[in-house]
Each structure stands twice: as structure tokens, then as C-alpha cells.
């Protein structure tokens, strides 16, 4: 199994670009609105820490955007108790698509959390700043604050990208995006066979 860690900055269009492969993608922002909405351990969790902002079941993403403007060091507390369900859920990921040839990590803190493995495949993606605003300002819960708080979370940008075995330019057309992708899938599957 080649797994494929998808690297880059926040609106840098991440997911898209897993999405062009066309495999088995883990995504942890996905993951964690599905725990955020159904797992009530959670819940339980995050309101016995975060009483103030957590209220109701399931969880809501601007009680937690509240708790984190009120003072950024929440940030961490609910990071502390969501990571570890995030890490069980890619674990079973892992275990149900062990037989496949390419697997997709689409985690925005991959080395931050030090989920990347020796040989994993990562490819940083590179967005032009207008165009990574324009999509966060589509997203519903987009708020400047908690954009940059998130920002500084991950590594330095410039240092991510000397992580990654490939750089990939999400500047041009959906048709062009699936053309670059499908060779560089060809490409890494030739590369992994050589070896």
C-alpha cells in the first residue's frame, strides 16, 4: 500500500486534489464533524472542559469557534480530547484498506501529529493567496481569528513544502488539475514497482 500524505495551507484545496486520485481518501476534517455529531463521549468531554462554550448535543462548530476567540489556549484543550478519536478512526481507515494500492491522508496537522510514516508519499499544495481566500470566504463558519490561530498551528509553510517529494500547482482549471494528478499517480505508482 502506497500511502499519500496531501500537504499544504489551509484553503490550498487539500481535499480537491485528494478527491482527482480517485482512491481511498482519509479525511480528517470529515472525520472530526462526524465525531463532533455523533459521538457523545465527546460531547461529555469537551463541556466537563469547555463548560462556558459547550452547551448542547451534538456539538457545534460555533460554540467552539467561540470558546477559541475567548481565549486561544481552548484550542488545545479541545485538541487534546478530539486527536485521539481522530488517530482510532485512521487506524481502522488503515486496517479496512490495507489491500489497497494507493491510499489518500488528507490530514491538515499530518506532520505536526507525526502521523506521517518513513515511507509515505507527500505532495504539498500550492495555492495563489486570492484564490485561497476566495475559498475560504465560501466556507459557512469562515472567521478571520480563528483562520489565523489555525494557520500558525500548522508548520511553517516553507517548512512543509521541504517535507514534500512533490509539489503540486492548484493554480489552473478542473480539466488541467485531473490531467496533472493522473500523471503524477502514474508517475509514483511507476516509481513505488521500480523499487
Known sequence: MIRIGVLGTIGSGKSFISKLFRCPIFDADKEVASIYRTDKRCFNLLKKKLPKFIKTFPVKKS?????????????????????????????DFLNKNKYQKIIILDIPLLIENKLNK?????????????????RLRKRVNFNEKVFRKLKENQ???????????????????????KKKINLLKSKILNERNST
Not at 518513513?118 to 476566495?134: C, E, T
Open 63 to 91: 460554540e467552539l469557534i467561540n470558546s477559541i476567540k475567548a481565549d486561544e489556549k481552548n484550542l488545545k484543550k479541545i485538541s487534546l480530547i478530539v486527536h485521539p478519536l481522530v488517530r482510532k478512526k485512521m487506524r
Open 155 to 177: 508548520v511553517l509553510i516553507s517548512k512543509k513544502k521541504k517535507f514534500a517529494d512533490y509539489v503540486v500547482d492548484n493554480n489552473y482549471s478542473i480539466k488541467i488539475m
Open 118 to 134: 518513513k515511507g509515505d508519499v507527500l505532495i504539498f499544495i500550492k495555492s495563489s493567496k486570492n484564490k485561497i481566500i476566495k
